[in-house]
């Protein structure tokens, strides 16, 4: 168990109204990232951190912003859900290191109506 | 860039049959490569990586990946499949981004079905 959360785990929403997707860890480290995952797409990055304040954006970034305010929390924002962010949520961590793996959340399935 | 392909969106074994799920990839550097696992509802789990130590490499649940360069490739292997072997696989190729970060980009995945 690598000491991630997500929250929450499932959450129904309406178009157009915000949501905020939370990735809490346990073990320090200073990479974190956020993954969408659709059938046929295998995971697309959404936006990474590499510190406290230090984010940038992934492949499939338009309409997401994040933050990172402490070292354990990465927070996943849609401002204005659309139906096409349908989708599950994976957020990861990773130790130092080029060689180091990343560890996976258990993921937060969204679906916007 | 890097980028990954991944052959075969579904393959399907008999239990006790070789499993060989099929990656290569295209990277500008010299690639650090990953097989994932994910079973239904759950998160991705590490098989095995590859990270230039060794081109053979044995991964956890009995399953090795070889790399070959001049092959541009990364297939996994498991000489005997079981049914609890029934899952997604996705190889992954990592690059350098800013701040050390290492993002990974992902093949779009191989469900493997193992059939009695």
């Known amino acids: 168990d690598a000491g991630i959360t997500q929250s929450p785990r499932h959450k129904v929403t309406e178009t157009g109204t915000p949501v905020t997707l939370r990735c809490h860890q346990t073990e320090n480290h200073r990479y974190m990232y956020w993954y969408r995952q659709d059938p046929g797409h295998g995971l697309r990055l959404i936006h990474y951190?590499?510190?406290?304040?230090?984010?940038d954006k992934g492949e499939v970034s338009d309409g997401y912003s994040v933050s990172r305010s402490k070292t354990e929390d990465f927070l996943l924002t849609l401002e204005s859900a659309t139906s096409s962010q349908t989708s599950v949520y994976f957020c990861?961590?990773?130790?130092?290191?080029?060689?180091?793996?990343?560890?996976f959340g258990p993921g937060t399935r969204l679906t916007v109506t | 860039a890097q980028s990954v392909t991944q052959l075969g969106s579904h393959v399907s074994v008999s239990e006790g049959a070789l499993v060989l799920l099929r990656c290569n990839y295209s990277?500008?550097?010299?690639?650090?490569l990953f097989w994932y696992v994910q079973y239904p509802n759950q998160g991705l789990q590490l098989l095995l990586k590859?990270?230039?130590?060794?081109?053979l490499v044995k991964g956890i649940n009995g399953f090795e990946a070889e790399f070959k360069k001049s092959e541009t490739s990364f297939h996994l292997t498991k000489p005997s499949a079981h049914m609890s072997d029934a899952a997604e696989y996705f190889c992954?190729?990592?690059?350098?981004?800013?701040?050390?970060?290492?993002?990974?980009?992902f093949g779009k995945g191989t469900k493997l079905t193992v059939n009695p």
């Open positions: 990277s500008s550097v010299p690639p650090y």
């Open positions: 990861a961590i990773r130790p130092r290191g080029p060689t180091s793996e990343q560890y």
């Open positions: 951190s590499y510190g406290v304040k230090d984010t």
């Open positions: 590859y990270t230039s130590a060794a081109t």
């Open positions: 992954a190729v990592s690059g350098p981004e800013r701040g050390g970060s290492e993002k990974l980009v």
